[in-house]
């Protein structure tokens, strides 16, 4: 058995999480579920629960000055759900299917324009983006390990 790596060890601080989705559209609601959980753990990690707008949010997160930006989001990747993928900004696809106004990799670009950070997208793998349902048994289980490696990153 592999030991497990915490894909958010060794980001350059500080770092800011902007949690994207829609939550009312079961696991495409992860990102702003994480996003709660860290705020509720008291961890004192900036963190922005952008929803499914997250244009709007460019500005408080260059106001933010980081040097580490982790898009945190529901992304179809063809694995298991509840499969979480850090992806370095150049992984971005441009165009992707989104129900986002901006495309990832644009809004990865004009931050990277606008503050100098790096720009990552931390994908979690849906089970289903359903409007009403809830987040699957799967998803919750990856919110719930993220929240852990999140406080991992905060104490180290």
Do not use: W
Not at 5 to 27: Q, R
Not at 31 to 43: D, F, Y
Not at 67 to 73: G, H, L, P, Q, R
């Amino acid at each position: 058995m592999q030991p497990f790596v915490n894909p958010l060890a060794g980001l350059a601080s500080p770092v800011v999480l902007a949690g994207i989705g829609n939550s009312m559209k079961g696991d495409d609601g992860a990102g702003p579920a994480v996003i709660e959980r860290v705020q509720a753990s008291g961890s004192g990690l900036a963190s922005i629960n952008c929803g499914d707008i997250p244009e709007n949010y460019l500005g408080k997160i260059a106001a933010l000055k980081p040097a580490t930006i982790v898009f945190v989001d529901a992304v179809e990747m063809n694995e298991p759900a509840g499969t979480i993928r850090l992806f370095t900004s150049d992984k971005i696809i441009s165009g992707g299917a989104s129900t986002h106004g901006m495309s990832l990799d644009m809004l990865a670009r004009y931050l990277t324009a606008e503050t100098g950070a790096t720009v990552y997208l931390l994908g979690i793998q849906p089970k289903s983006v359903t409007l009403g349902a809830p987040l699957s048994p799967e998803v919750e289980t990856a919110i719930t390990l993220l929240s852990l490696m999140v406080a991992q990153v905060v104490v180290s």
